[in-house]
């Protein structure tokens, strides 16, 4: 699970994350902000702490989450998923483009994984532009 607290007036951001990072699309680059190590189900601990990651707000800026279904999916069988780091240079050569033309080449990569691995999990990603 991932959190995102929009404070406009204040001009930050407040982030989250329960084994989901923030991928962050600012001043040219792509980072990832990284979530808790934790999740939220599966622990026997009661005692669980997120950290929250204050951020400056940017109206330039975009901000993308993805679920590990997406991180995890093979691109062909018994092959390693797309990982952080591919969805990190994905982003990188995408996030100048419009919203629209993000989401179709987003779609594509998925269905291209799918078309030669079957699905694992559920795959969901996120983009924002404020």
Known sequence: MALLFID???KRLVFAGAKLDL???SKGNVRIIKGS????GYSLSKDKHYENV????NSDDIYYFTTDGLLDQNCEENKGGLGRRGFLLLLEGIYHLSMEEQETIIKNTIKERLSQAPQRDD????????
């Open 37 to 40: 190590k934790r999740s939220v």
């Open 23 to 25: 991928f962050l699309a």
């Open 123 to 130: 795959i969901t990603v996120i983009g924002l532009k404020l």
């Open 8 to 10: 406009r007036q204040n």
């Open 54 to 57: 204050e951020l400056p707000y």
